[in-house]
């Protein structure tokens, strides 16, 4: 427990309505989307940037752990305060889009922004920020980039890093830096900004965050394949993405996704299919899009495609994403404890990875329905069992220690989008050498030599 002297001091700086230590702030602060439970000590909302830099120069002096906290909405324990101390939540003040620059195509941003509220601001003026995490309605850009998130976009046009330009950050003692610049190019210097990129919250607490934006494109298109096997869809993702066309998106459900969506909602879904593959293709000319399609329906159906639907409207191209979109939920069919991972492999090997997949399940007895990004290699992979039988909760662990053996051994990672936090961090040792966690250690130490900034995380203790 925090010295009720620390809790003053931090109100000198936030003012009495910015602190917080009562039972209902701790509890609302305690958890994120992996269902685990840590109690903070206290909850302080920072005003500005200047507030960040006192309150960490205290807790560097006293010791006091500190963890930055977004929406909230990870699905690694990232922003859970494991190790007690004072959770900092960015939401309340730290919210404001300070900038969008029209000329140079850029946004500068608090970290506390809704990634949605920020995409609708730049669109509204012909502009576009790609990344688009599920969790885009309410997560937040600080979290997006302290967790690199990507997005069903991804395919096409990559995750948060590939538009983060600069950011503003405060170290653990207090000093304020700025890494980056406005400028397309920048080689001078360390680039410190993508080290702060996926970095969870463990080195700095970003205060401000420059971001690339794009022209938007003035249309777009979707379409579904029905495959009879997973192995035909798999092979035709990556050759469709060797053909030539970048789709927007590529997304696929196996059979057992596609039966537990139909199975909860009655969509009317093909509930024989080996697998379905969702995919969205924009640019600003009608026979482009066309063309593009054209194309991904031949080498859908090269590769066993049996039948290619193309949305002729907004409300068809809305149908055919309601499977993708409500996967995840309807998966409870399968067992009331789901461990979500969202490992990643280069696109070629995608068929070989779901069959070492699908051997894990089927020698363990349980059900591991597969389904996400494969137009960039990201799949979500779901183990499901009975949570209230310990046995089968032990088994869901071995299972999920063999997933990313295998996604590892084909040259694949931990995480694609959700990052390490608690959830990954016994895993780390699998893909990385002790000789690259030592210099990961390292790059910790030298940001954070008393390790107040979110400890506990990524594997680094």
């Keep these: 427990m925090i010295d009720i002297k620390h809790i003053k001091h931090f109100t000198t700086i936030v003012g009495d309505d910015n602190i917080y230590s009562d039972k209902a702030h701790l509890i609302a602060y305690s958890y ?16 500005d940037e200047a507030d960040i830099s006192e309150i960490l120069k205290y807790c560097n002096e006293h010791k006091i752990v500190i963890v930055p906290r977004g929406a909230g909405s990870g699905f690694t324990g990232g922003a859970l305060p494991s190790s007690g101390g004072i959770v900092l939540a960015m939401e309340k003040h730290m919210n404001k889009i300070l900038e969008i620059d029209v000329k140079n195509m850029v946004a500068i941003v608090q970290p506390g922004v809704v990634n949605m509220d920020l995409q609708r601001a730049v669109e509204k003026i012909g502009l576009f920020y790609p990344p688009d995490p599920a969790s885009q309605d309410y997560s937040t850009i600080g979290g997006n980039v302290s967790e690199n998130a990507g997005g069903m976009r991804a395919a096409k046009y990559g995750i948060t890093k590939d538009y983060v330009m600069a950011t503003r950050a405060v170290l653990p003692n207090g000093d304020v830096i700025k890494a980056g610049k406005k400028t397309i190019k920048d080689v001078a210097g360390y680039n410190i900004s993508g080290i702060l990129i996926a970095s969870e919250g463990t080195l700095a607490v970003l205060s401000e965050i420059t971001l690339r934006l794009i022209p938007k494109p003035k249309l777009t298109k979707t379409a579904m394949g029905i495959f009879p096997t997973v192995k035909d869809a798999m092979e035709a993702v990556y050759k469709t993405m060797a053909s030539g066309i970048t789709p927007v998106a590529m997304e696929f459900l196996d059979n057992l996704t596609i039966r537990a969506v139909e199975q909860t909602f009655n969509k009317g879904l093909p509930v024989d299919a080996g697998a379905l ?40 191209s809305a149908d055919i994403w309601f499977a993708r979109r409500n996967a995840s939920p309807a998966l409870s069919v399968y067992g009331s404890k789901k461990l979500n991972e969202d490992v990643t492999v280069p696109r070629a090997v995608l068929p070989e990875l779901l ?17 996400g990004h494969t137009g960039d290699g990201n799949v979500h992979t779901n183990v499901m069992v009975d949570g209230k039988d310990p046995e089968q909760v032990k088994i869901a662990y071995l299972a999920i220690e063999e997933v990313f053996q295998a996604t590892i051994d084909l040259g694949g990672t931990l995480s694609g989008e959700h990052g390490i936090g608690l959830a990954k961090a016994p895993y780390m040792h699998m893909a990385f050498t002790d000789e690259e966690m030592n210099l990961f250690k390292s790059i910790k130490m030298a940001f954070d030599p008393n390790n107040i900034l979110n400890p506990a995380k990524m594997g680094l203790d």
Excluded: M, S, W
């Design 277 to 316: 593959l969702v995919t969205d293709v924009d640019g600003n000319l009608e026979d482009d899009l066309n063309f593009q399609l054209t194309q991904i329906e031949k080498v859908f159906k090269e590769n066993g495609c049996t039948e290619f639907k193309i949305a002729k409207d907004e409300k068809e």
């Design 32 to 47: 994120d989307a992996t269902r685990e439970h840590f109690e903070p000590d206290a909850v302080i909302f920072p005003r």
């Design 355 to 371: 069959e070492k997949f699908y051997a894990i399940a089927n020698k363990y007895q349980i059900n591991i329905p597969c389904f």
